[in-house]
C-alpha cells in the first residue's frame, strides 16, 4: 500500500499500543481523524488480523427505530 497508509497504520497500531483498549472515537480524536474514517481503517486492520473489535453497540438515537418486541420477518409464502 501507499506509505501515507503505512504511516497511519503504525499510528494507530502505536497508539493501541500506549493506550490499550479504546474505542475508535479516541484514537481518530488522537490522530486527528474523523471516527468514521477510523472505523474504515480499523477493519482493514481486523481483516489483516492486526486488532480485534470486541464490543459493537447501537448508535446514539438508532434504538427508537428498533422494535423490541417485533416478531422476526417471515421467509417464503405467508
Not at 481518530?28 to 453497540?57: C, F, N, W, Y
Not at 438508532?62 to 422494535?67: G, I
Amino acid at each position: 500500500m501507499a506509505d501515507w497508509w503505512t504511516e497511519l497504520e503504525s499510528e494507530i497500531l502505536n497508539c493501541l499500543e500506549h493506550v490499550g483498549t479504546v474505542t475508535p472515537a479516541e484514537i481518530g480524536r488522537r490522530l486527528g481523524i474523523p471516527e468514521a474514517a477510523t472505523a474504515s481503517l480499523l477493519s482493514v486492520q481486523v481483516r489483516d488480523g492486526k486488532v480485534r473489535i470486541r464490543l459493537v453497540e447501537l448508535g446514539r438515537g438508532d434504538s427508537d427505530a428498533l422494535e423490541t418486541n417485533a416478531a422476526p420477518p417471515r421467509r417464503g409464502l405467508a
